[in-house]
């Protein structure tokens, strides 16, 4: 695939967010992406870099990373968001330079 994951995940859907750290009970471990796994531990890597430096990690790209995969992760939330609505509100949470707007879901208003 050489699309950029959040754009593609928002628009298609797919298992970005679930890794080995962040997964659903039904989801076996055979199932995890390499790629997922490399976003996993860069943005793992990314919230210790900044802790060692004293910078803020609330709203720093690797926390908002680990939050969308501990949402989509949590089986127990009945409200919680698909890969679509977690790629596209992270997309959002990037900023205004984002050059990608995702399509509106269907049925959305």
């Not at 531990?41 to 990314?46: H, I």
């Not at 690797?62 to 679509?84: I, K, M, V």
Request: glycine share 10%; aromatic share 8%; proline share 7%.
């Amino acid at each position: 695939m050489n699309s950029l994951p959040l754009p593609y995940t928002a628009q298609n859907g797919d298992m970005l967010f679930f890794n080995s750290s962040f997964y659903p009970a039904y989801l076996g471990n055979h199932q995890l992406g390499e790629r997922s796994e490399r976003l996993l531990s860069l943005a793992s890597e990314s919230v210790a870099l900044r802790e060692q430096l004293g910078l803020p990690v609330i709203g720093s790209v690797g926390q908002l990373f680990l939050s969308a995969c501990s949402e989509a992760a949590n089986t127990a939330n009945d409200n919680r968001r698909g890969p679509r609505q977690l790629a596209a509100w992270l997309l959002g949470e990037l900023g205004p330079n984002n050059s990608f707007k995702p399509k509106p879901l269907r049925g959305s208003a």
